[in-house]
């Protein structure tokens, strides 16, 4: 059974960073690219990055280039997301899934992060 | 980037009516679109891919259609379990987008 537990997740004031860890079981973890999706509170879903599972090639959205990091521990079947120079529109839940095709078919329970000051 | 547009906001519906979610695309995405199903609290799900593929253990009651820009997504026979939030997402271009969610209620 696929397995994604977020961890990390708090309250960071403007321009803070926070790091966020998802644990992967169940699964070859290194043969699958990962996924971090967030959703701001009572609002839709939001694609932020990508990471290949060999290569480590990434992708971000337009929203957070430049200030998150997404990277990946295949030793220790971990998926990261750097976020530095938090803003306020950063606040929600951060979600890690595994890729499927570019189709997210396995996703954790989500880490709340909230920008306040 | 590509631009879901899903309609309607809201539907509001009887248990046992059939339900019909619509997701548009700003510019074809070919049959690379998916839809998930999202409950209050929880996760998303991912319910069809590749506009018409079922998902592991998604039952029959649930099915895609549609290409290029114009997308379906239908539940036959609404189940008390079935009232969530629905999102489309497609795969064709980077960045991935989704779009903005049809909450099915009950009516």
């Known amino acids: 059974e696929v397995q994604l537990l977020e961890t990390g997740g708090g309250l960071v004031q403007p321009g803070g960073s926070l790091r966020l860890s998802c644990a992967a079981s169940?699964?070859?973890?290194?043969?699958?690219?990962m996924t971090w999706v967030r959703q701001a509170p009572g609002k839709g879903l939001e694609w932020v990055a990508a990471i290949s599972g060999y290569f480590n090639s990434t992708y971000y959205a337009n929203s957070v280039r430049g200030r998150f990091t997404i990277f990946r521990d295949n030793s220790k079947n971990t998926l990261f997301l750097q976020m530095n120079s938090l803003r306020a529109e950063d606040t929600g839940v951060y979600y890690c899934?595994?890729?499927?095709?570019?189709?997210?078919?396995?996703w954790g329970q989500g880490t709340l992060v909230t920008v306040s000051s | 980037e590509i631009v879901l547009t899903q309609s309607p906001a809201t539907l509001s519906l009887s248990p046992g009516e059939r339900a019909t979610l619509s997701c548009r695309a700003s510019q074809s995405v070919s049959r690379y679109l998916a839809w998930y199903q999202q409950k209050p609290g929880q996760a998303p799900r991912l319910l069809i891919y590749d506009a018409s593929k079922r998902a592991s253990g998604i039952p029959a009651s649930f099915s895609g259609s549609g290409s290029g820009t114009d997308f379906t997504l239908s539940i036959s026979s609404l189940q008390p379990e079935d009232f969530a939030v629905y999102y489309c997402?497609?795969?064709?271009?980077?960045?991935?987008?989704f779009g903005g969610g049809t909450k099915v209620e009950i009516k």
């Open positions: 169940g699964f070859t973890f290194k043969n699958y690219d």
């Open positions: 899934a595994k890729d499927q095709d570019d189709y997210l078919g396995d």
């Open positions: 997402q497609q795969r064709s271009n980077w960045p991935l987008t």
